[in-house]
């Protein structure tokens, strides 16, 4: 059974960094495209950040751009999302996402994403 698994939430206050990490389960990912998700409470899942199969694109949402940064080895079979200088609209549940394509374009809709993982909760207090 193919899983993504997330993990590094927890509570942090504002200000503060957290590094999030998606663990790809039962087969490599090393050429799909991954992507990192949130969804606030009462809000729409909404696009974080993307990284292409080779790492060789990279995209942002502009609400996190400067302070989040995606990276990926493909050897651990391994995503990563730094994030730093965390505000408390940044607090939601996070879910990484991957998609086969081996293409440098990046792609943000929920809808084109066919792997998931169960989520971590991130908060930020203020």
């Known amino acids: 059974q193919v899983r993504l698994v997330e993990s590094g939430g927890g509570l942090v206050q504002a200000g503060g960094s957290l590094r999030l990490s998606c663990a790809p389960s039962?087969?490599?990912?090393?050429?799909?495209?991954m992507a990192w998700f949130r969804q606030a409470p009462g809000k729409e899942r909404e696009f974080v950040a993307g990284?292409?199969?080779?790492?060789?694109?990279?995209l942002y949402a502009d609400s996190v751009k400067g302070r989040f940064t995606i990276s990926r080895d493909n050897a651990k079979n391994t995503v990563l999302l730094q994030m730093n200088s965390l505000k408390p609209e940044d607090t939601a549940v996070y879910y990484c996402?991957?998609?086969?394509?081996?293409?440098?374009?990046?792609?943000?809709?929920?809808?084109?994403?066919?792997?998931w993982g169960q989520g971590t909760q991130v908060t930020v207090s203020s």
């Open positions: 990284i292409s199969w080779n790492a060789g694109s990279r």
């Open positions: 996402a991957a998609r086969p394509s081996m293409s440098p374009t990046l792609r943000t809709e929920v809808y084109e994403y066919g792997y």
């Open positions: 039962g087969r490599s990912f090393s050429t799909h495209g």
